[in-house]
């Protein structure tokens, strides 16, 4: 059952699996775990310690016993999954950006004339921290990036999945305006790295809002890995995937992604800062 489920998640084929090295290799075997602490949980219906090695957010549920439920932990892993397949392909990453301090953004049009944007960074903060800040307590991220207007965790899926509504500010200046967005977020950890992805999901309980144009996120991920030589370091990477839907042209939309992934990192390592 449990390779099953886990081609089911990752839609990938057992060739693929013993072709895959490094990001993929990696967090799958962390989904793998996952999935038979799933299964276990939801045979008993009662809460269990994770694995060792796995960390899981005690400020949520135990992991989903429904059918419902496993869809969405399904949902946040094959998005992460997919995302990570993105950042191991090297081929075809082109230079956009190298700020001031540091950071480094690189972009790559995907099948359909997409464009994906990767953001690589070392910020002055633990893996634990990032977490903390970027999943545990995501609801608060309006305190602290004037971005968000609002971030509402919806759903409690399992010990490290969340449907989330966002809704980004209005900003002046940006050309993007004012967006929602109805996504999953899955976590996992192995070792000295946190993976983070997710991807735009529906809900029929939750349809597009008046007055804002829905748009779609993922599949996306962000890679926070412990520097070796500091660990109270971290290694940032971020694959920003998003349709902004609406009227914009591609051209406007792809000059601005790169600028709002440069935001995001200037508004956190201030909070940082500050904390």
């Given at each position: 059952?449990?390779?099953?489920?886990v081609k089911l998640c990752c839609g990938i084929s057992y060739p693929?699996?013993?072709?895959?090295?490094?990001?993929?290799?990696?967090?799958?075997?962390?989904?793998?775990?996952?999935?038979?602490?799933?299964?276990?949980?939801?045979?008993?219906?009662?809460?269990?310690?994770?694995?060792?090695?796995?960390?899981?957010?005690?400020?949520?549920?135990?992991?989903?016993?429904?059918?419902?439920?496993?869809?969405?932990?399904?949902?946040?892993r094959g998005a992460m999954s997919k995302a990570l397949s993105m950042?191991?392909?090297?081929?075809?990453?082109?230079?956009?950006?190298?700020?001031?301090?540091?950071?480094?953004?690189?972009?790559?049009?995907?099948?359909?004339?997409?464009?994906?944007?990767?953001?690589?960074?070392?910020?002055?903060?633990?893996?634990?921290?990032?977490?903390?800040?970027?999943?545990?307590?995501?609801?608060?991220?309006?305190?602290?990036?004037?971005?968000?207007?609002?971030?509402?965790?919806?759903?409690?899926?399992?010990?490290?999945?969340?449907?989330?509504?966002?809704?980004?500010?209005?900003?002046?200046?940006?050309?993007?305006?004012?967006?929602?967005?109805?996504?999953?977020?899955?976590?996992?950890?192995?070792?000295?790295?946190?993976?983070?992805?997710?991807?735009?999901?529906?809900?029929?309980?939750?349809?597009?809002?008046?007055?804002?144009?829905?748009?779609?996120?993922?599949?996306?991920?962000?890679?926070?890995?412990?520097?070796d030589e500091d660990s109270t370091k971290s290694r940032f990477t971020?694959?920003?995937?998003?349709?902004?839907?609406?009227?914009?042209?591609?051209?406007?939309?792809?000059?601005?992604?790169?600028?709002?992934?440069?935001?995001?990192?200037?508004?956190?390592?201030?909070?940082?800062?500050?904390?």
């Amino acid at each position: 059952m449990l390779p099953a489920v886990v081609k089911l998640c990752c839609g990938i084929s057992y060739p693929h699996l013993r072709s895959m090295t490094g990001l993929q290799r990696t967090a799958l075997a962390v989904i793998g775990l996952e999935i038979t602490d799933l299964q276990r949980w939801g045979q008993s219906q009662h809460h269990k310690r994770p694995q060792a090695g796995l960390h899981f957010n005690e400020r949520t549920k135990p992991a989903p016993a429904t059918e419902d439920e496993l869809f969405y932990v399904q949902q946040g892993r094959g998005a992460m999954s997919k995302a990570l397949s993105m950042l191991e392909d090297k081929e075809g990453w082109k230079f956009e950006i190298a700020a001031s301090n540091g950071d480094v953004i690189c972009s790559k049009v995907m099948p359909g004339a997409r464009k994906v944007f990767k953001l690589e960074a070392i910020l002055e903060a633990s893996v634990e921290e990032l977490y903390d800040l970027l999943f545990v307590r995501v609801e608060e991220m309006h305190q602290w990036n004037p971005c968000v207007q609002q971030i509402k965790v919806l759903k409690h899926v399992g010990p490290e999945t969340i449907v989330t509504h966002e809704v980004l500010a209005e900003t002046a200046g940006s050309v993007i305006g004012q967006r929602d967005f109805l996504s999953v977020r899955h976590s996992c950890k192995q070792k000295s790295t946190v993976y983070l992805g997710g991807a735009a999901i529906q809900l029929e309980s939750f349809p597009p809002q008046a007055g804002f144009v829905r748009a779609e996120d993922g599949p996306t991920c962000i890679i926070i890995r412990a520097l070796d030589e500091d660990s109270t370091k971290s290694r940032f990477t971020w694959l920003l995937n998003i349709d902004v839907k609406g009227w914009l042209p591609k051209s406007i939309v792809n000059q601005a992604l790169p600028q709002v992934q440069l935001d995001f990192t200037r508004h956190l390592r201030r909070h940082l800062s500050l904390s």
